[in-house]
């Protein structure tokens, strides 16, 4: 199972509390998990990526074992730990201000 955090808003829009479990079959890709996540709650659809495009939204980060991740190719291989269950993967809402 593949542990996601989720901002606060977009635990809102999806009515859940806390992390969301994921089964998503290999290889466990950051395109993978969005895919799991979106067609398990449809209403994230075009909130994380681009409905067009699927590019990840400007003020989203991904994280994986403290990592951004948020510029490497969306195919590449999630770290052991987070394909394990052990480290979350996590969509974090960035701050943006002057």
Do not use: W
Request: charged share 25%; glycine share 8%; net charge negative.
């Amino acid at each position: 199972m593949i542990r996601v955090t989720l901002p606060f808003h977009l635990r809102r829009l999806a009515n859940v509390d806390g992390e969301v479990e994921l089964d998503v079959k290999a290889p466990v890709t950051p395109r993978a998990v969005l895919d799991a996540l979106e067609a398990r709650y449809p209403v994230l659809c075009g909130t994380i990526r681009d409905h067009g495009t699927l590019e990840r939204r400007p003020f989203l980060r991904f994280f994986a074992c403290e990592q951004d991740i948020s510029h490497d190719s969306p195919d590449a291989p999630l770290p052991d730990a987070v394909v394990s269950g052990a480290e979350p993967f996590m969509i974090v809402g960035a701050i943006a201000g002057g």
